[in-house]
């Protein structure tokens, strides 16, 4: 029954919280749980990563290539990109610590043009309210890209590892937020 003494707002919000499911905190604690562990190991962490990515990959490529055989094609083009895929997931399983190293300069990439975007994004709302913070974001983001081309490959493991436990950490509290929300909004 809905709450019909809640603002506009507040019903917006409720909803929000209520379509994450039941498994919202457990999923958070394991989160932070994994995140911690990464954060701790984050050469396990980064191998853990890449033999992830690689399976992706591998799926993926297996996908597309029963796909590209069920259709009957025979053109060399159509074959290309499976292979691709199913290639470069086998190349990280077999040399993990290249893999971490290919993921590495990846997420360099992105932290340049993340920086570029929150640039951009600052540039175009000066002097509204916000644009300070993304330019700090900017900052941030080279500082991050500045830290893996400068040990690169040899801190890629480390590197690696502790980016993505830290983001497992922090998705892992945000759900744990927002399970607490909801078991406070059910009243148990």
């Known amino acids: 029954m809905p709450n019909l003494h809640l603002e506009p707002d507040q019903l917006q919000l409720k909803k929000q919280i209520e379509s994450f499911g039941p498994h919202t905190l457990a999923m958070g604690i394991l989160l932070v749980i994994l995140g911690t562990i990464g954060i701790v190991l984050p050469g396990l962490l980064s191998i853990a990563t890449v033999g992830f990515l690689a399976g992706l990959l591998i799926l993926g490529g297996g996908i597309w290539v029963y796909h590209t055989y069920k259709s009957g094609t025979r053109s060399f083009m159509d074959w290309l990109k499976p292979q691709l895929l199913l290639f470069t997931g086998v190349l990280m399983l077999i040399f993990p610590v290249q893999?971490?190293?290919s993921l590495a300069l990846l997420l360099t990439f992105y932290f340049v043009l993340d920086s570029?975007?929150?640039?951009?994004?600052?540039?175009?709302?000066?002097?509204?309210?916000?644009?300070?913070?993304?330019?700090f974001n900017g900052l941030v983001d080279l500082l991050l890209a500045s830290l893996f081309i400068y040990g690169w490959p040899a801190s890629s493991p480390w590197l690696v590892g502790l980016f993505v436990g830290i983001s497992l950490l922090f998705d892992?509290?945000?759900?744990?937020?927002?399970?607490?929300?909801?078991?406070?909004?059910?009243?148990t």
């Open 99 to 101: 893999g971490v190293a």
């Open 116 to 135: 570029y975007s929150s640039f951009s994004f600052a540039y175009n709302r000066y002097p509204d309210k916000g644009w300070g913070w993304m330019v």
């Open 172 to 187: 892992g509290w945000a759900l744990i937020a927002i399970g607490w929300a909801m078991r406070k909004s059910d009243g």
